[in-house]
Nanobody, 124 residues
Framework: VQLQASGGGLVQAGGSLELSCEVS????????VAWLRQAPGRKREGVSC????????YYADSVKGRFTIAKDKSKNRVYLQMNSLKPEDTAVYYC??????????????????WGQGTQVTVSS
């Protein structure tokens, strides 16, 4: 399984970015996906996690109402739409996926397949 994240960049506070993660190698569409982030000097944080069925989605309190996770099965891609960005959203963002583990446990932190990370920088 391989994941390739893209879409990061520099944006002003209040702006928007869409991250994309291309997922390959799963034998079916039945896998959970997550976005996590890590800022310098801080612990990795789960941002959003979508269950294997897509019916359950979790968001960190810090991004609720601003970020949206979506999965396009036809393109094997997972997206994270980020609106109303704040300087505290600055971090390296990672996508992760797993066909066995559940979002409800660790919001994707224990998923076994990871992308390489994409930098998001929000200026004030």
């Amino acid at each position: 399984v391989q994941l390739q994240a893209s879409g990061g960049g520099l944006v002003q506070a209040g702006g928007s970015l869409e991250l994309s993660c291309e997922v390959s190698g799963f034998t079916s569409d039945y896998y959970a996906v997550a976005w996590l982030r890590q800022a310098p000097g801080r612990k990795r944080e789960g941002v959003s996690c979508m269950s294997r069925t897509g019916n359950t989605i979790y968001y960190a309190d810090s991004v609720k109402g601003r970020f949206t996770i979506a999965k396009d099965k036809s393109k094997n891609r997972v997206y994270l739409q980020m609106n109303s960005l704040k300087p505290e959203d600055t971090a390296v963002y990672y996508c992760a996926a797993d066909s066995e583990r559940l979002c409800v446990v660790k919001r994707g932190a224990d998923f076994t397949s990871w992308g390489q990370g994409t930098q998001v920088t929000v200026s004030s």
